[in-house]
């Protein structure tokens, strides 16, 4: 009997739901519970086939106790490793080289020095920022976020130079980007399952959390979802997640890749809507089935995005492919409208673009 396990915090809807839905198809040789963590000694292997990752990103230990048992042969959705070096600007560098657009973006050192440093730490650093020419490649109005993290935290909306000085010097040791509004006329929000399932979505980031799933109206063409399609398994392959959401504002027809780096991903059945849980829940249980019945005990079961793995195969002397559970064949995509009437709210600091 193998055992899938959910590692998760406050959340219960999708825990709950894809621990019944394993639970209920009424397998022999598999079943679901949530993860259950006692001592953790090293290179120990857990009891877990698999591990759905859903609050490590908060939780340091958690994240520790992720890496261990992969190492030991767990296969853990998402790679633990991958996820504590992946970030936003990276992200966005990446999907530049892949082709897929993304909005122009630049760096920004921390406003406050960070601990334990001095002014001599940083004599590698121009001071001060050529800021008019990172004004004129950006423009106004501009959003400043993090470069790593999300959920909204510390993201402003910023529509001059004053304003974007006014708000940086409130984000104390945080590493920020500055990046081009993308004034949209769609956006979509997309869930990518096993680098192959994907499932597209009207989302409407100016409505009410509630509201940002319903929808009045119709995507504008085939071939747009087409593109964004093809962009999200792209964009999946490469960093290797197993389970991400990629959101994209469309501006003049072309899809912009707004936010990607969401390896776990909001699957609330009160902010995505019944038709989305169901397709989520459902689609997440037979992955982890699969993965679990493929996984194979002290083995690396993880999967390594095709950035990671190109950059192994050369350190490969017998030429061999680093064995990876992605680049698998993609899914039909669906895309959903809910019509239903939406009054939109009005935008708050940073109603355009999501973090």
């Not at 004034?183 to 959390?209: D, S, T």
């Not at 019509?339 to 940073?350: C, D, F, L, R, V």
Request: with cysteine.
């Amino acid at each position: 009997m193998k055992k899938i396990g959910i590692l998760h915090g406050m959340e219960s809807s999708f825990p709950d739901a894809i621990i019944e839905k394993i639970n209920s198809m009424g397998l022999k040789d598999i079943q679901a519970e949530r993860v259950l963590i006692d001592m953790v000694s090293q290179a120990e292997p857990t009891e877990y086939a698999v591990i759905i990752d859903r609050i490590s990103q908060d939780v340091p230990f958690y994240r520790a106790y992720l890496k261990n048992a992969a190492i030991c042969g767990t296969a853990v959705i998402n790679n633990p490793f991958w996820w504590s070096a992946d970030e936003k600007f990276f992200n966005n560098a990446l999907a530049v080289k892949l082709g897929v657009p993304v909005p122009k973006t630049v760096l920004l050192p921390s406003f406050e020095r960070p601990a334990d440093t001095s002014e001599t730490s940083f004599r590698n650093l121009h001071f001060p920022l050529s800021w008019d020419a990172i004004f004129e490649h950006i423009k106004f109005p501009a959003y400043m976020k993090p470069h790593a993290g999300g959920g909204w935290k510390s993201v402003y909306k910023v529509n001059n130079a004053e304003e974007l000085f006014k708000a940086y010097h409130e984000t104390e040791q945080l590493v920020m980007m500055l990046q081009e509004e993308i004034i949209f006329e769609e956006y979509y929000r997309c869930y990518c399952i096993g680098g192959k399932h994907v499932r597209i979505m009207q989302y409407e980031p100016r409505n009410p959390h509630h509201l940002r799933y319903v929808v009045d109206s119709k995507p504008s063409s085939t071939k747009l979802l087409k593109t964004i399609e093809e962009y999200v398994l792209k964009l999946n392959h490469a960093l290797g997640y197993d389970f991400n959401t990629v959101e994209f504002a469309v501006r003049d027809g072309i899809p912009y890749a707004i936010d990607f780096c969401n390896p776990a991903p909001d699957a609330d059945i009160a902010s995505v809507g019944q038709e989305n849980f169901d397709w989520v829940v459902e689609t997440a249980a037979n992955y982890a089935i699969e993965r679990a019945r493929a996984q194979k005990a002290g083995q690396d079961n993880l999967t390594w995005g095709t950035y990671i793995s190109k950059s192994a195969l050369k350190l490969n002397p017998a030429g061999e492919s680093p064995k990876s559970a992605s680049t698998p064949k993609a899914k039909t995509v669906k895309a959903v409208s809910e019509k239903a009437p939406a009054k939109k709210a009005p935008a708050k600091k940073a109603a355009s673009v999501k973090a």
